[in-house]
C-alpha cells in the first residue's frame, strides 16, 4: 500500500465496526484514508482492538526517542475476526528498519486435503524423458505393453472399461519402471545466505 505513515488513533467514532479503542494518539489524514479504505474493504485494523502497553503499540520511534507512533497496521477480514487472538510489536526482532516488527496470533481451524485412507498425488519423473536415451527405452517398454494388452484383448470379449485400465496400467507401471516418482525437496523459507547476513549483523552491534 506504500508508505502512508497511517494514524488511526484512539477514537473510533463512526468506525467501530472496523477499529477498537486501542490505538495510539490521534488520527491524522492518512489515517482516516486507511480507515475509509478498511471500512469499504470490511478490514479490522487488528492493532486497535487488543489492550497493551503503549511499549507494545508503537510501531515506529523517532532517531531521538521522542516521537511514538503506531504507523504499521495488520489487517484482517470481519469474516474472520474471531480468528484473531492478539497484534503487539516485538521490539526484541532484528528487521534492519526503524521500524518494529509487528506480530498477530490468529487460531485457525484447517480442513483436511484428503480424507483418512487417501494418499497424497505423487508425479512420475517426466524430466528424465528430454533425455533421448530414456525418451527410447520408455518407448520400448511402452510398446511392449501395448502389445501385450492387444494380444489379451483378442482373447477375452472386454468392456470399455477394462480397455481403459488396461491402457491406465500400462502407461503407470511403464512410467514407474522407467521414470521412477518425482522427489520433493523441502525449502527452507529462509535462505544461508540471509542468516548469515544477520548474525553478521549482529556481531556489529
Known amino acids: ?23 495510539l494518539g490521534e488520527r ?32 515506529w520511534i523517532s532517531p531521538d526517542h521522542t516521537t511514538e507512533n503506531q504507523i504499521d497496521h495488520i489487517c484482517i477480514n470481519k469474516k474472520f475476526r474471531r480468528t484473531m487472538e492478539d497484534v503487539r510489536i516485538r521490539r526484541g526482532a532484528d528487521v534492519a528498519s526503524d521500524h518494529h516488527l509487528v506480530v498477530a496470533n490468529l487460531k485457525l481451524k484447517l480442513k483436511k486435503n ?34 501385450a494388452l492387444r494380444d489379451l484383448l483378442k482373447e477375452e470379449e472386454t468392456t470399455m472399461e477394462d480397455n481403459w485400465k488396461g491402457i491406465k496400467e500400462a502407461l503407470t507401471s511403464t512410467c514407474q519402471e522407467v521414470l521412477g516418482l518425482k522427489k520433493y525437496h523441502h525449502k527452507e523459507w529462509i535462505s544461508t545466505e540471509t542468516l548469515d547476513r544477520i548474525k553478521e549483523r549482529k556481531n556489529k552491534k
Not at 488511526?8 to 465496526?17: M, R
Not at 474493504?41 to 482492538?49: F, H, M, R
Not at 519423473?125 to 525418451?135: P, V, Y
Not at 527405452?137 to 511402452?142: M, N, R
Open 28 to 59: 491524522n489524514e492518512n489515517g482516516e484514508r486507511f480507515a475509509n479504505l478498511c471500512a469499504f474493504n470490511k478490514l479490522v485494523i487488528g492493532g486497535t482492538i487488543f489492550p497493551h502497553k503503549r511499549i507494545h503499540k508503537a510501531t
Open 1 to 23: 500500500m506504500g508508505d502512508l505513515n497511517a494514524k488511526v488513533g484512539i477514537d473510533n467514532t463512526g468506525y467501530e465496526d472496523i477499529m477498537g479503542r486501542h490505538g
Open 114 to 147: 484428503w480424507t483418512s485412507g487417501q494418499t497424497a498425488i505423487q508425479r512420475f519423473n517426466t524430466a528424465f524423458l528430454r533425455d533421448t536415451d530414456k525418451l527410447n527405452e520408455f518407448k520400448i517398454a511402452l510398446n511392449n505393453r501395448f502389445q
